[in-house]
């Protein structure tokens, strides 16, 4: 069990997290601090004071009732509090109002051990205090502000009020960080399908630019390494396609009685082999991504093979997606002729899975056997001779297929046929969310 587990495992989630709960530690350990020792001990304080006036004047009328009244004036023209005495009484009636001030509770069973007491606060806030004693009920009014403080709450208030504040500006800020980087994760995807994001400018923080920097750079010298390549493989062909067509001319020249079936065939198939090593080499290049409905180009990528053999084709669902059409005809045509060339029965079928769309090509042929299935897609790679017994190829039908999946970003793998044969699947995932500051015009 570990901690990433139950966190969130996005950047700009990760960074808000990290922000919040710093901040609810602080927010809270901070209130129930200041609640705990301030406000209770300022709230206590101001008990004792109350309830010390109170023991005073309780006194005083025990000893001296003309000099009490004269302290009872004095307290109500200060504004202390106002105090009146009911001789006579015997029983403390219940107050009505709400409970409050703990504290001077406390204070109260202190001063005046023995004697029935009572306090309630009125939504008027006033405070009422009632004592029981000996010879009559002392009732006392004051405001609640003299027992507790009454403002602690705003300083709460002011402290979440800031604390949200800071988390605003923060999360503001971490977006516009968080977008960087999403921009370059995009576009790097982009660049790995072949796709040109000629507006994309490196953006963000100092490190993001410079790999923003670095991943443009990148681009540019896989770009380069890409043109010279199939630019000195498409002048070999056409060099080598020269003396091919004169001998070809040369057999069409030769009498009738000459048989040069042969080399007729020699010929083909040296056109064959060049065709595909200059189809892997060229891959995608010049094809942009358009809107594709991948159904309606599969069904055209598999006419050829359906001519040669017999194939089911099924669409368990529409799917449309970002691709290059004539690549993904191209794959998914060397996936069904390869299926076509070693069984009698091929079915092909398109569906959509949760975020990519899915397309299988299935035979009832020999197959292939597991420890093998990686080696299929290596370029010129040849298997077991069940397999390529009289197929004529160079062994590039695979990894072109794999190399156009994962243009895309997707991938081919191999599995057992429930036809008896082999399986192709190709995953292709469907488009990614284009993220803000990249638009359709820039690409």
């Not at 800071?166 to 980087?181: C, M």
């Not at 080399?263 to 892997?280: H, N, P, T, V």
């Not at 397999?387 to 156009?404: E, F, H, K, M, P």
Request: charged letters at 25%; glycine letters at 6%.
């Amino acid at each position: 069990m570990r901690l990433r587990d139950y966190t969130p495992r996005g950047y700009n989630a990760r960074h808000i997290l990290i922000l919040i709960v710093p901040m609810i530690i602080f927010v809270v350990s901070m209130t129930l601090y200041f609640f705990y020792t301030h406000v209770q001990q300022v709230n206590a304080r101001l008990s004792r004071a109350v309830a010390d006036e109170l023991a005073y004047v309780v006194q005083q009328r025990h000893e001296d009732q003309q000099d009490w009244q004269k302290i009872a004036d004095g307290f109500r023209r200060a504004r202390l509090m106002d105090i009146s005495f009911t001789s006579g009484v015997t029983a403390l009636a219940p107050l009505e109002g709400d409970d409050c001030c703990d504290e001077l509770g406390e204070e109260l069973g202190l001063r005046f051990p023995g004697l029935s007491w009572t306090y309630r606060y009125l939504p008027d806030d006033l405070l009422t205090i009632r004592l029981l004693s000996e010879d009559g009920l002392f009732e006392a009014r004051m405001d609640r502000k003299r027992v507790i403080i009454i403002t602690a709450h705003i300083f709460i208030v002011w402290t979440v009020a800031f604390s949200l504040l800071l988390l605003l500006t923060s999360y503001l800020f971490l977006r516009n960080q968080v977008r960087s980087i999403v921009q370059l994760s995009w576009a790097a995807d982009a660049f790995g399908r072949g796709e040109d994001v000629p507006h994309f400018k490196p953006s963000g923080a100092v490190e993001v630019r410079k790999a923003a920097r670095s991943l443009l750079r990148m681009r540019n010298r896989i770009r380069r390494y890409a043109d010279q390549r199939t630019a000195m493989l498409a002048g070999v062909s056409h060099d080598l396609r020269t003396p091919l067509t004169r001998l070809k001319l040369e057999l069409a020249l030769l009498p009738k009685d000459h048989d040069a079936r042969a080399a007729k065939a020699d010929i083909d198939e040296m056109e064959r082999m060049l065709d595909g090593y200059l189809s892997f080499a060229r891959g995608e290049d010049g094809e942009q991504a358009v809107q594709t409905d991948v159904a309606t180009v599969a069904r055209e990528a598999v006419a050829a093979a359906s001519a040669r053999t017999k194939l089911d084709f099924v669409v368990q669902a529409p799917v449309s997606m970002r691709a290059r059409p004539l690549a993904l005809k191209r794959a998914i045509s060397n996936l069904a002729n390869n299926a076509a060339d070693h069984g009698k029965q091929v079915r092909v079928t398109v569906a959509l899975e949760p975020g990519e769309a899915v397309i299988t090509v299935e035979d009832d042929g020999p197959g292939i056997a597991v420890e093998n299935y990686e080696d299929a897609f290596r370029p010129f790679s040849r298997l077991d001779p069940a397999r390529n017994q009289n197929v004529s190829g160079v062994g590039l039908g695979l990894t072109i297929a794999r190399d156009t999946a994962r243009a895309h970003g997707g991938d081919v793998t191999l599995g057992k046929s429930e036809l008896g044969g082999l399986r192709a699947v190709m995953r292709l995932p469907l488009d990614a969310e284009r993220p803000k500051g990249i638009t359709d015009e820039d690409d």
